[in-house]
């Protein structure tokens, strides 16, 4: 179980992590069950990436993979093609990471939307490292 205080550790990580580098991000933390845990909007981050940040953890909470692998299930010519559109909608973009235990017990997962895509998943790494 993805505890509040593993999730405010974690939001803290990736914020600090986007301070360092200079992108302002929203930042999303989905337990296990997909159910939002903690949640920031740092100054001046887009607000339309705020729904992406949400989407992009949904996406690695459900499959339990990077955000950014689900394309290779969903994009033309895929085993699942249009694959996005289940589940409400998914994200297949860089920046959804799943968060694991020590133990390797699946926890969650990070979603950062508002910088560049590797911006975006350098981020949510930062985030993963804290668990």
């Known amino acids: 179980m993805l505890t509040l205080e593993q999730s405010q550790r974690a939001l803290a990580a990736a ?36 729904d992406v940040a949400l989407g992009k953890a949904r996406t690695a909470a459900l499959f339990r993979i990077p955000s950014e692998s689900v394309w290779d299930y969903c994009k033309p010519a895929a085993p699942a093609p249009t694959l996005e559109l289940s589940n409400g909608g998914l994200m297949a973009f860089p920046g959804g990471l799943p ?17 560049a895509p590797s911006q975006d998943r350098e981020i949510a790494k930062a985030a993963t490292q804290t668990l």
């Open 99 to 115: 968060l694991t235990a020590a133990d390797g017990t699946f926890l969650g997962a990070v979603g950062v939307s508002g910088g």
């Open 15 to 50: 914020e600090a992590h986007a301070v360092a580098i200079g992108v302002p991000v929203n930042i999303a933390i989905v337990d296990a069950g997909v159910h939002l845990t903690a949640f920031a909007r740092m100054d001046g981050a887009v607000l339309g990436a705020i």
